[in-house]
């Protein structure tokens, strides 16, 4: 590891913990719930073709950064939207298959542990967790909209995002007179246009004890937004790293919410979070990952934190110059559901 210090000044009255990096985090493949007990072995299809792109990663990277090149895998389990399936099931198939296919998972991570953070004591989950996703919600910054008429709800209070401006179809000129249509436009288009909306979250109320409470359910790209910004150590929470891995010993739980955010599997796995980040995954996230990059450039990173990571890029062995944009330390390989059985 490098010598820059635990600990920076973050302000007179917060300490900001410093964060051990790899040079490179591998994502190793990422699976529905519906895939486990499929028995048509598409796991395995997947992590077989995972297998290369792995060894050639990490080769790249001990290219550029000497044969000591730190380089760790992790896993995302889906149990936010499912959180109804059973850990010791899924766990057993997943890192079974993963065995046989020569997969190495170092860390694994559980999808719900980006919306909730669960802090433990005595080896308990508590009932105050790190409202993660609310504190990250708070940081997007939308890109001000031109010629707009203010009776679209901002990015807040309607949870969607775009990238442009968007059509006039709805504009309150077209309830009142036939105009001129206008299609949705790009910010900063080349030539022509990608638009792209992408929905954060959804609220609603409901009865429950003492009146109506609000609920929130965060969408898959702003929660695996969150997920990459934890693999690039971006994010702390009054000065500390959030969702440390934590060992696991034992066996799994029957419940999600009894684990920890992120499970060390390896003991002795290089650290979780790294410089940069790729992520191997089906074709079919392709448009997740497009809509987690216009996140990404849409969420205010914490300055101190940046200047850390950027500090401590400068005084490895072979230094390390970061970008500020998280988007530009992010890749993606997307493999086809075409395998061997």
């Not at 080896?123 to 790190?130: D, F, L, M, V, Y």
């Not at 010629?147 to 949870?159: F, H, I, L, Q, V």
């Not at 072979?318 to 970008?323: K, R, T």
Request: hydrophobic content about 40%.
């Amino acid at each position: 590891m490098n010598s820059v210090s635990d600990y920076s000044e973050a302000s007179a009255d917060i300490r900001l913990e410093g964060q051990e990096l790899s040079h490179l985090s591998i994502e190793a493949g990422h699976f529905f719930m519906e895939d486990f007990g499929s028995n048509d072995d598409r796991i395995k299809v997947q992590l077989r073709q995972v297998v290369p792109q792995i060894a050639a990663y990490t080769a790249a990277a001990q290219a550029e950064f000497g044969p000591a090149a730190r380089v760790s895998t992790c896993f995302l389990i889906d149990d936010y939207f499912r959180h109804d399936t059973d850990p010791t099931v899924i766990l057993d198939e997943l890192l079974t298959a993963a065995a046989e296919c020569g997969v190495r998972i170092d860390y694994l991570a559980r999808e719900a542990g980006c919306a909730q953070v669960p802090v433990f004591v005595n080896g308990e989950p508590t009932a105050r967790p790190i409202e993660l996703a609310s504190m990250m919600a708070a940081r997007v910054v939308p890109e001000p909209e031109q010629n707009a008429t203010g009776r679209r709800p901002s990015t807040m209070e309607s949870g969607w995002l775009s990238n442009g401006t968007r059509s006039s179809e709805f504009a309150v000129a077209q309830a009142m007179r036939v105009a001129q249509y206008c299609p949705p436009e790009e910010f900063g288009a080349r030539n022509h246009s990608i638009f792209l909306d992408v929905q954060l979250w959804r609220r609603w109320t409901e009865r429950g004890d003492g009146g109506q409470v609000e609920r929130t359910q965060w969408s898959c790209p702003f929660l695996t937004s969150i997920w990459q910004l934890l693999r690039l150590g971006m994010i702390r929470d009054r000065g500390a790293v959030v969702a440390q891995p934590a060992e696991w010993t034992g066996t799994w739980p029957n419940d999600w919410k009894k684990m920890p955010a992120v499970v060390k599997l390896n003991s002795e796995a290089e650290p979780f979070a790294a410089y940069r980040a790729v992520s191997i995954l089906p074709h079919t996230y392709l448009s997740i990952e497009h809509a987690v990059r216009l996140i990404l450039d849409h969420l205010q990173i914490d300055e101190a934190v940046y200047q850390q990571v950027l500090d401590r890029g400068r005084v490895e062995e072979f230094p390390i110059s970061v970008p500020r944009a998280a988007t530009h330390r992010l890749s993606h390989v997307f493999v086809s559901a075409v395998g061997t059985t």
